[in-house]
């Protein structure tokens, strides 16, 4: 923490702690459950191991978070976070969505976030093996391949070995629009925005078993 607005008032002091880059994030990611550093560089991908480590010993200084049994654990003043980091999630859903470029598509960020909101509940009690090829991501990653067996879900880099059940292709914008709510997953497959591919009940069911992330039910301004 080098930066100093030289004033008393809570907003700068928070500020000092909040507002350096990537930090932001670093608590969405801790509030979204990762605790361990390798998980939490997952939902961070373009920032270095170097950075988070420095960000996350500032958070430890500050009393956001402590650091044991190599766990990343928030405080309780971290866990109080939590209401500023959805508002303003929801101030960018509503309000910075005309900024979304092509360099911001990140198939990394986005399976990883699908992978941590998979409803267990409604998965077939057999295993289930999900491929997605989605071109067009900043990162040039396409494949990813999702391991569904209630209640683990695996997300996998390279192709873990098991027979596929359903195969899912597109544009990564498409995906990022699903999953923003913006756009609904039937209907782009009807569209041909994505191809689904396997057995009648599972490409039916395939879309239940995705909570969505937390802000697509944000509403838009009129």
């Known amino acids: 923490m080098t ?3 030289g004033q008393f008032c809570p907003v700068a002091m928070a500020s000092e702690v909040l507002t350096e880059r990537w930090t932001p994030l670093v608590v969405r990611e801790l509030l979204c459950g990762s605790t361990r550093f390798n998980d939490l560089r997952r939902g961070v991908p373009l920032m270095s191991p170097a950075l988070l480590s420095k960000r ?3 958070l ?3 009393g956001v978070v402590e650091h044991r049994d190599g766990e990343y654990l928030l405080t309780p ?3 109080e976070l939590r209401g500023v980091v959805e508002a303003l999630g929801v101030w960018g859903q509503r309000w910075a969505r005309g900024d ?3 360099k911001k598509y990140d198939a990394s960020l986005l399976m990883w976030d699908i992978h941590r909101n998979v409803d267990v509940a409604a998965l077939p009690t057999e295993r289930i093996v999900v491929h997605f090829h989605l ?3 900043s990162d040039r990653k396409s494949h990813f391949w999702l ?3 209630s ?3 695996d997300l996998c880099l390279t192709d873990p070995g098991h027979d596929v059940d359903v195969e899912v292709a597109g544009h990564i914008a498409t995906m990022v629009d699903y999953w923003m709510g913006r756009a609904d997953f039937m209907t782009a497959v009807k569209a041909g925005e994505l191809s689904v591919a396997g057995p009648r009940p599972l490409v039916r069911a395939l879309p239940t078993w995705f909570t969505r992330s937390l802000f697509a039910p944000v509403p838009l301004p009129a």
Do not use: C, F
């Open 3 to 5: 930066t100093t607005y």
């Open 56 to 58: 996350l010993k500032t």
């Open 60 to 62: 430890e200084r500050v």
């Open 77 to 79: 003043a971290g866990q």
């Open 100 to 102: 979304v470029v092509a």
């Open 135 to 137: 071109q067009g991501s």
């Open 147 to 149: 391991v569904l067996q």
């Open 151 to 153: 209640p683990t879900v």
